[in-house]
């Protein structure tokens, strides 16, 4: 039986009830000793309890769309297995890094341990956004082992409603970071996970800024790529090009890693969207055509001249809320529109990638991190930076 | 108190736990008519799962790093787009692109196993880092590698989607696209 099947929930539905009416008649009808009778009047309790909670659980997913389609999904049983790149190459090239000195804006900021293994976390007020909300950092341990290197960064963006709690926990960011650097796959890179709502009451999809400025609101943009960048070039040893800056969100946050990209190629050179979307979604944004227009990868790469910055979608056979097919839509665009020949667009489908959940984007990570790493910097010294030399 | 605290997550198990106690205890001392003592009885039994639910639901949300981080998150989320209208209006947007069907292609005989022992851990649970090893896909260098790539299709049914479509630029006829459409929309 299918876990988002409606006769799955029905079923526990109506379990559920047949246990309350059973409990009501029952109750008192239990033969047996007192010893006997209590646990058998605590166990129907609990599972009733059991059912409810199921048949509470079965229905959210279901309402949500399927975030867990299947008990293998569940289990954790997705996988990258089948999966193979594909798209659009795009004509990007690894240009040296220049390294301005770093001008501080923002000064120095005050780090305290985040509660996730090696996180540490800051309250930031953006000087350009006027947004005020925690941005969490993890170093690798090259950072203190080679302290004249300047490192590349990884921007994370959380899902809506979400946060950045779940980049550090379930999603196991930083051992993914640790397993694909010791592995060579990926070179040693800052990870930063910012708060992508950090506007009370603007936290829900149907809400949020899906990280645009919105006219007369908030700049969540301005928030993602302005403050929270020049924070960690304020306060770390981070490449200041956009060569060492890339992307990375899943669901909403996928949509804005899509959209950042080709919005500020003089930031960021690649990002990642996982199961994300590639047209706005939230009134924020679609009640104003020409802002959501503004705001949409796919009526970017169809209608703009989109620079030489890469994209990676990731998407699973699975994922009814953002299925696969939505990456085809703007692989296809990239490839029927002239002005976006420059752009690297390419999709990486899971035949048995899973549902619409972090267990499933966990495991994308090995993938994505070494496809980004491919395009960004590596470490480079401090010296040979100065000389506009990559290393 | 905060949602996604210790505290919380206590007092919503311990709340759930006297919930059960009580009822064994209260069962049989309800007093009044036979309706009266019925209706209590179901108030006790409900309550109980009420708050049994709650306190999973808070260990869940913990446990995924705060789905629903806040309070006022909480909220927001609640009367912006509610469950009901979620489950009543609003099914994700593959709905429009599968007549409603999930595209179940993890069907019994598919070879889904991670081959990875370790990799394969449910997100709640938290247990360590499942990264026994997580780092053999290396994607060639950006070579094109087109063969045998399957877009995505409903199960059975006529609506095929834009994959082949050569390069659509509009919003696709699936719904995918919303443009002045403000809808719910039930992404994470």
């Known amino acids: ?391 | 108190m905060s949602l996604t605290g210790t505290p919380f997550q206590i007092l919503t198990i311990a709340a759930a736990i006297l919930a059960t106690v009580g009822a064994v205890l209260l069962w049989n001392r309800v007093r009044g008519p036979r309706v009266v003592r019925v209706l209590s009885r179901i108030g006790l039994l409900l309550s109980g799962y009420a708050v049994s639910a709650v306190a999973v639901l808070v260990s869940i949300n913990i446990a995924y790093g705060g789905l629903i981080a806040t309070w006022s998150d909480l909220s927001d989320n609640m009367s912006a787009h509610g469950v009901g209208q979620h489950g009543g209006r609003n099914f994700g947007h593959w709905r429009g692109m599968c007549g409603g069907k999930f595209p179940g292609t993890w069907g019994g005989g598919a070879p889904g196993g991670t081959g990875r022992p370790g990799g394969g851990r449910p997100a709640f649970g938290g247990g360590q880092p499942g990264s026994g090893q997580p780092g053999n896909h290396r994607p060639g260098n950006g070579g094109p590698a087109f063969s045998g790539h399957r877009p995505f299709a409903c199960p059975s049914t006529s609506a095929t989607p834009s994959a082949s479509a050569g390069g659509t630029s509009s919003p696709s006829p699936h719904g995918t696209s919303s443009h002045g459409t403000p809808s719910p929309s039930s992404h994470g």
């Open chain 1, 1 to 391: 039986m299918s876990l988002v099947s409606m006769t799955f929930r029905d079923v526990t539905i109506a379990l559920m009830v047949v246990i309350a009416v059973a409990t009501l008649l029952l109750w008192n009808r239990i033969p047996g000793p007192r010893a006997v009778r209590i646990p058998v009047r605590v166990g129907f309790l609990i599972l009733g309890e059991a059912l409810a909670t199921l048949a509470l659980l079965v229905s959210l997913n279901i309402s949500y769309g399927g975030l867990v389609v299947s008990w293998k999904d569940l289990i954790g049983a997705q996988s990258t297995k089948g999966a193979h790149l594909s798209g659009q190459v795009g004509q990007v090239t690894l240009h040296p890094v220049a390294v301005a000195t770093t001008q501080r804006l923002s000064g120095h900021q005050r780090f305290t341990p985040a509660g996730y293994g090696g996180f540490i976390k800051t309250t930031l007020t953006g000087v350009k956004s006027g947004i005020t909300s925690q941005v969490y950092v993890w170093l690798p341990s090259q950072y203190t082992k080679n302290p004249h290197q300047q490192f590349p960064v990884l921007e994370l963006l959380h899902g809506v409603p979400d946060s950045p709690g779940a980049w550090m926990g379930p999603m196991n960011l930083a051992a993914h970071m640790k397993a694909a650097i010791s592995s060579g796959t990926t070179n040693p890179a800052i990870l930063v996970v910012p708060e992508v709502t950090p506007i009370a009451n603007h936290t829900a999809p149907d809400d949020n800024e899906e990280c645009s400025d919105i006219p007369g609101d908030a700049k969540l943009d301005t928030w993602l790529t302005q403050d929270v960048r020049q924070m960690v070039l304020d306060n770390f040893r981070a490449i200041d090009s956009a060569a060492g800056w890339g992307l990375m969100g899943y669901s909403t946050g996928g949509f804005c890693a899509a959209k950042l990209v080709l919005q500020h190629p003089d930031r960021y050179r690649a990002a990642v969207s996982i199961s994300g979307y590639y047209t706005p979604e939230s009134p924020s944004l679609t009640q104003d055509t020409a802002l959501a227009d503004e705001n949409s990868p796919q009526w970017l790469i169809t209608h703009r001249r989109t620079p030489a910055v890469s994209l990676l979608m990731t998407a699973s056979a699975q994922d009814p809320i953002d299925p696969p097919s939505e990456c085809q839509q703007m692989i296809n665009a990239a490839k029927s529109a002239p002005l976006s020949r420059a752009t690297e667009v390419q999709q990486f489908i899971a035949p048995y990638g899973g549902g619409h959940n972090q267990t499933a984007w966990e495991k994308m990570l090995p993938t994505t991190f070494a496809w980004l790493s491919d395009r960004l910097s590596a470490p480079v010294s401090q010296q040979s930076a100065q000389q506009g030399v990559r290393q």
